[in-house]
């Protein structure tokens, strides 16, 4: 494991330099987690990551269901170290940075956030990829319980689609607005809404499309629990108190899979990929 690489402040005495200042010591931190001790007296170990790097860190691992010990083991490094990589504001060398990012299953670029400002799909097709249908309870379970979506509108100046917070409540998607938004304009109408998600490193994916009406949600009560059901506040943010439901008459998805090997994929039929 390279050093971390930090500032450290050093305190003179009357013979010099004698060492470093006092306060936390992130040297020691990581020892110490390595070691399974307890890292400083006043450390939180649940606290959320304080860096960019340790937040994508951690939501790429719990993407991919791995543990720390798993993802350590992987990347051939301790579990505390990944531990103090999600909750500091580490600096890993790029060996270690390639390692990790071997071991989340993506590329450097994306782990140290270089590509935000990117649209996403900018890697090369895979080799050999399959174009997969997705079956209802395959679409609900990529709907997971939240997320952000796209709505799809029809107005007075043409379509237009916008990205939204949603949630899922049973079979129907909800999603908060404000009056005399674009968002707001899919009542009474039939919309379409769509989720996806981009594997960068491997040039794969899925997508989910829902079409169904949209319903303002006008009952206090059925707007307070959609309220505590929801997983966030809009993004958006501003007075976003309006709540809107889709219900679907068609669910449907498709999912593009890169393969190791000519060998037949599971997890959907499929699908000719021609035009």
Sequence with gaps: MRP??????????????TGPAAGPDPIKDVRNMVHGESHSSDSKPDRAPSGDLGRRVMTRREQLGLSREGVAERAGSAPGYIQYVEKHQATPGIGFLLRLAQALETSLAELTGSTTELPPGIGQAGYHTQLLELGPQECHRLLSTHGVGRIGVTTADGP????????VDGDRISYRSAHHTLPATAADHLVAFEVDHIDEALSQGWS?????TAATVTDPGASRRLDELAHTTPWAGGPRNVWLTITPTRVTGRRIRVLKS??????GEPRDPSP
């Design 160 to 167: 237009a689609i916008l990205p939204v917070n949603y949630v």
């Design 208 to 212: 989910v499309l829902l079409v169904g």
């Design 4 to 17: 971390l690489r930090h500032t450290m402040k050093w305190k003179k005495s009357t013979e010099g330099v």
């Design 262 to 267: 000519h060998a037949a994929p599971t997890g």
